[in-house]
């Protein structure tokens, strides 16, 4: 029986981060590779307006381009409107930078430019109330002076 080499087999590293905005859910795949962006299978600046793709890449330009050089990321985004699901692309993204590079440096930064990069927003619109529930949850009836 020959002796066989073991050849060092590198295990690829999948890192999946979620983000959340409103209604929108977004979950990013971060892998080592050629440092292509894909959302929804098409380039960001395609998919998006061009206000809204600037702000979709926001956290890979705080990363740098040194950080994101050899990376492949894949983000499936669904629910919502196109604003939140922009802010839950960068969160997506952002929180999957983070935990691939584990570094607290990057997570301070992406903070310290705007918080909701990493922290979820739990705001929500508050429901209508019954008996006026078309206006709106706070409206009253018109106060007449005379």
Known sequence: MATQTKKSVKKKKVIVSSGKRKRAIARAYITSGEGRVII???PPEIYFP???????IEPLVLAGEKLIKGLDIKVIVEGGGITGQIDAVRQAVARGLVEYYDDDELEKKFLNYDMSLIVFDPRRTEPHKPSRSKQGPRRKKQLSKR
Do not use: D, H, I, P
């Open 40 to 42: 929804n299978g098409k």
């Open 50 to 56: 061009n206000y809204a793709y600037l702000r979709a």
